[in-house]
């Protein structure tokens, strides 16, 4: 899987907002190919457990409550290059450093609502991927 897949969740901002369709056509036309989607809401606790790197940082309580609030939507990404080239596409954390006509930028609320998640390396992809999706939800297998 190294290499080739990404994670990335579409946050309940963005969701909220109507910005799905849009962020998916976004995604694919950039050249990902969609393999797992699924639709959901984290708990609090399924939020704390996939952000516990930040759990010291002040700002973990707020992106629990945050990331918790609503529905969001989940994907495994294939392409070449795919952290690298995700990260790209959906720009800086805060969308006011965003790139132009990168994700984040077109459809941030704020740094703290930044409308999407993006792995940030392949070890992290791979646990995100299974945190969200089980092996048979991935296709092709």
């Known amino acids: 899987m190294a290499g080739n897949r990404t ?3 579409i946050k ?10 849009p962020i998916l056509d976004k995604i694919t036309s950039a050249g990902f190919k969609i393999i797992a989607l699924r ?6 606790n399924e939020a704390e457990n996939f952000y516990d790197v930040h759990k010291e940082r ?5 992106l629990v409550e945050f990331m918790s609030s609503g529905a969001i939507v989940a994907a495994i990404l294939e392409k070449d290059n795919a952290v690298s080239d995700f990260r790209t596409l ?9 790139a132009e006509g990168t994700i984040r930028k077109l459809y941030a ?5 930044n409308a999407i998640h993006g792995s940030d390396s392949d070890e992290n992809a791979i646990a995100e991927c299974n945190f969200h ?3 048979k939800k991935i296709y092709p297998q």
């Open 39 to 44: 639709m959901t809401q984290m708990t609090k």
């Open 7 to 9: 994670f990335t969740m």
């Open 12 to 21: 309940p901002g963005a969701v909220g907002n109507g910005f799905i369709g």
């Open 133 to 135: 999706f089980a092996t």
């Open 109 to 113: 609320e704020s740094m703290g609502k």
């Open 90 to 98: 959906i720009g800086s954390t805060n969308p006011e450093e965003a």
């Open 58 to 62: 002040p700002f973990f309580g707020e």
